[in-house]
């Protein structure tokens, strides 16, 4: 199944809220839209989520709250095990799943914008909006290096063309250079440094998804590579369009059609 067939509002519709106000999903509609067929195969995604959970110091029984549902059968009704996952549980989820589902792929962006949305609000919220941007910039240095380390070992030679993929994918098919061009920049001013924080936090994602596929798929050949930058680009393009809603459209101008 080709991931265009799938956008932000795939994981909006089995989204549920609780009394109150907390989002939550449902590990059985989770399981079909990732298009696992058998609950234990699932299962078993859901216990290394449980593991990375613990890992990572948060209490697994507030992430992954175990509840029994109802189903209606032709004989009658049956009780059946499904599990109450938080925001962050379905990311911990999905960052398990099979790198092989283009859905996957999808899930990994939607969970981390909406997980790192809610971290920046909770972290930044004092912060003013300058404050913000020398963060998120700061957080992209880091992470463009790993990156870099990441395409050199898929075999990557031209770096320039290689980050062009990915921003032609997260821009509409505009490069590094039009981008600058497009916010008349001068020459030697970075097009970073000229970004709103939620713009920086598209970049950001962007350059730690393609880290996480190019790594995880263990992607080799120049080509493949650019192509794997340029195709996390765009998922983020898509679901950052879905969001446009929600944040200052005026920080998001530039992921709109050209």
Not at 5 to 11: A, H, M, N, P, R
Not at 39 to 47: A, E, H, P, S, Y
Request: hydrophobic share 35%.
């Amino acid at each position: 199944m080709e991931i265009q067939q799938y956008d932000e509002l795939t994981f909006e519709n089995i989204k549920h809220i609780d009394e109150n106000g907390v989002e939550f999903w449902y590990a059985r509609e989770l399981q079909t839209i990732l298009e696992y067929m058998e609950w234990r195969n699932f299962n078993q995604v859901i216990d290394k989520a449980k593991i990375a959970c613990e890992n990572s110091g948060e209490r697994v029984v507030t992430n992954f709250v175990d509840v029994n549902k109802t189903v209606q059968l032709n004989f009658g009704t049956r009780e059946i095990a499904d599990i109450k996952l938080s925001r962050y549980a379905c990311y911990l989820i999905v960052q398990n799943g099979d790198p092989r589902k283009e859905v996957i792929a999808l899930g990994q962006s939607y969970f981390a914008i909406k997980t790192r949305q809610q971290e920046l609000h909770d972290d930044f919220n004092r912060l003013t909006e300058d404050q913000k941007r020398i963060a998120i910039r700061d957080e992209i240095k880091r992470h463009n290096k790993s990156l870099s380390e990441s395409a050199g070992n898929a075999g990557v030679k031209n770096f320039g063309r290689f980050h062009n993929s990915g921003y032609k994918g997260l821009y509409g098919g505009l490069t590094m250079q039009e981008i600058h061009n497009l916010k008349e920049l001068n020459e030697g001013e970075h097009i970073l440094d000229f970004m709103g924080s939620a713009e920086l936090a598209a970049n950001l994602f962007r350059a730690t998804q393609t880290d996480e596929v190019l790594r995880r798929r263990n992607i080799k050949g120049e080509e493949l590579a650019n192509n794997t930058h340029f195709n996390v680009g765009r998922t983020i393009r898509n679901t950052m369009k879905e969001l446009e809603k929600q944040v200052d459209n005026n920080q998001l101008s530039l992921f709109d059609d050209m």
